[in-house]
């Protein structure tokens, strides 16, 4: 372990577990922080300095102290990116903040990408083979060639092609379904 300062680590998104990084999160560990709370230090790729658990940690420690404020990080080498999202997806599946359903549909859709098996990121995901290949099939549509997770509001476009103005909405849904929005009417 060592310490390094925030604005020297990567935080490489196409490798990311989850949709985003949610901010509501990072304020509550900034309140943390404040109050004195420890953390676990960070990981990353030794190598690129990319960040493989920590995101909202990151943002935390940014928004509290700075970019320049030196951290400690604990440092991994990894055989090459199928290996570093594994790993990413077995910490961020088995600790903090849980991954959602549209975030485990993203992480086995960035796994059969990078050319990873269902029994794999099933492992990683910490869930069964079934619901990997269910979450493929069931949660998620094609825009242009590329599979991409899709929110339960529209779950019913499951297998369909997406067009790019259909895709965009996707990305700014909340992912509750269609009795919230009509209860909160």
Do not use: W
């Not at 790729?45 to 995101?55: L, W």
């Not at 970019?67 to 090459?80: F, G, L, R």
């Amino acid at each position: 372990m060592r310490k390094m300062r925030v604005c020297e680590l990567i935080l490489d998104y196409n490798l990311y577990p989850r949709a985003s990084v949610d901010s509501q999160h990072a304020g509550y560990m900034v309140q943390a922080m404040s109050a004195g709370t420890e953390f676990p230090p960070v990981v990353i790729e030794k190598s690129t300095k990319r960040v493989v658990d920590g995101f909202h940690r990151i943002k935390a420690y940014t928004r509290l102290y700075g970019d320049t404020h030196e951290i400690d990080v604990a440092e991994k080498s990894y055989k090459n990116d199928g290996e570093l999202f594994l790993d990413a997806v077995r910490y961020n599946s088995a600790h903090g903040r849980a991954l959602a359903t549209y975030d485990r549909a993203h992480c086995a859709l960035v796994a059969q990408n990078l050319g990873l098996t269902v029994d794999v990121i099933a492992g990683a995901l910490h869930v069964d083979q079934s619901y990997v290949t269910e979450l493929t099939v069931d949660r998620s549509a094609c825009v242009g060639k590329i599979h991409v997770p899709i929110k339960r509001t529209i779950a019913h476009m499951h297998g369909k092609k997406l067009t790019k103005e259909q895709s965009d909405v996707n990305d700014h849904l909340s992912g509750m379904n269609q009795t919230f929005y009509v209860n909160q009417i």
